[in-house]
């Protein structure tokens, strides 16, 4: 199922993140069920969540879509690979863009910056957060393709 076809077959049953976000994974179509965080700028939260088991979730990051410091480099989505996390969306900046695309994980951002975040071990997890004009909890469901992110509150074929 890609996007395209859930937006029609379900219509307002699916939300769709209104960014222009891009692919930068090695996997372009992914879904799963979502963890969330938002923390502007430090991505001490996202270092935990990845180095959970990821169960074949997706990981939305609500970074405020800051492009000053990048939320996702190549040893956290490498780390998230390893975890058995399907993507990573970030409302933000990521890194180490051509490692990230050689890597079997969907990722999709606002773009790159080279700069890495600090770390104040600051940011929370699995709040509901409003990106794109779509509120995206935890538990939801989340598919993207090349053609944008839908987000529903439960799985849609």
């Known amino acids: 199922m890609n996007t395209c076809d859930l937006c029609d077959l379900h219509g307002d049953r699916v939300r769709v993140i209104e960014l222009p976000l891009r692919d930068y994974g090695g996997r372009i179509a992914f879904d799963g069920v979502v963890s969330t965080v938002r923390a502007h700028e430090d991505n001490s939260r996202v270092r935990e969540a990845v180095a959970e088991s990821g169960h074949g979730r997706v990981l939305v990051i609500d970074g405020g879509g800051s492009m000053r410091r990048a939320m996702l480099g190549d040893l956290l989505a490498a780390k998230a690979v390893e975890n058995g996390w399907a993507g990573v969306v970030v409302i933000g900046a990521i890194r180490d863009s051509a490692a990230i695309g050689a890597l079997e994980l969907g990722v999709k951002a ?47 074929r």
């Open 110 to 156: 606002l773009g790159t910056c080279p700069r890495k975040t600090d770390k104040h071990d600051r940011g929370e997890r699995d709040v509901a957060v409003e990106i794109g004009g779509a509120t995206v909890r935890p538990g939801d469901w989340l598919c993207a393709d090349e053609d944008g992110v839908v987000v529903s509150d439960a799985v849609l």
